[in-house]
T-cell receptor, first 111, second 114 residues
Framework: QKEVEQNSGPLSVPEGAIASLNCTYS??????FFWYRQYSGKSPELIMS????GDKEDGRFTAQLNKASQYVSLLIRDSQPSDSATYLC???????????FGKGTRLSVIA | EPEVTQTPSHQVTQMGQEVILRCVPI?????FYWYRQILGQKVEFLVS????????KSEIFDDQFSVERPDGSNFTLKIRSTKLEDSAMYFC????????????FGPGTRLTVL
């Protein structure tokens, strides 16, 4: 059974702070890792993808992958109230197989 | 920027009725997916479709469900006899050719079964 685990939160951070979101996955052979942002009642929006160990930065977002620890994280720098949403970690275990999602971490950025 | 579209945005139906949810994937994409999300729960995979046939399906995707690509643009999910527990958001997603692993989601259809 392929599992993706996330702390459901809520995670509250003050505006301007760094938000750190974490995810673990069960299958050591997993290939691709994604972070989606989901506002209430809306669909998942892809914000980051990462495929190899290390860090990947895109604007205020940094994804970090550690395959040995089966751990992927998302850092949001200079958090804004508009970042308040649920962040979904999704893992592609091989090829074009379906994404397996975690339950998501709800982030609240307090102005 | 190209995007996945879905219709209707909200569908209300009586238990036992058939519903068809429609999706238009991004035009040059090759892999298509249906996921669902019951309120407060995680996004769950239903079925994937490639080269005009189902490539993978989950345990949720039983005989009550079917998918079709009736023409070159539309991708549909049919539920033959809806149950109360089918109430959920249904998302269509598609994967492109340049970054084949990135799945882009449509806005979803909220299905309410009464």
């Amino acid at each position: 059974q392929k599992e993706v685990e996330q702390n459901s939160g809520p995670l509250s951070v003050p505006e301007g702070a760094i938000a750190s979101l974490n995810c673990t996955y069960s299958d050591r052979g997993s290939q691709s890792f994604f972070w989606y942002r989901q506002y209430s009642g809306k669909s998942p929006e892809l914000i980051m993808s990462i495929y190899s160990n290390g860090d990947k930065e895109d604007g205020r977002f940094t994804a970090q992958l550690n395959k040995a620890s089966q751990y992927v994280s998302l850092l949001i720098r200079d958090s804004q109230p508009s970042d308040s949403a649920t962040y979904l970690c999704a893992v592609l275990f091989s090829g074009n197989t379906p994404l397996v999602f975690g339950k998501g971490t709800r982030l609240s950025v307090i102005a | 920027e190209p995007e996945v579209t879905q219709t209707p945005s909200h569908q209300v139906t009586q238990m036992g009725q058939e519903v068809i949810l429609r999706c238009v994937p991004i035009s040059n994409h090759l892999y298509f997916y249906w996921y669902r999300q019951i309120l407060g729960q995680k996004v769950e995979f239903l079925v994937s479709f490639y080269n005009n046939e189902i490539s993978e399906k989950s345990e949720i995707f039983d005989d009550q469900f079917s998918v079709e690509r009736p023409d070159g643009s539309n991708f549909t999910l049919k539920i033959r006899s809806t149950k109360l527990e089918d109430s959920a958001m249904y998302f269509c997603a598609s994967t492109g050719t340049s970054s084949v692993n990135e799945q882009f989601f449509g806005p979803g259809t909220r299905l309410t079964v009464l």
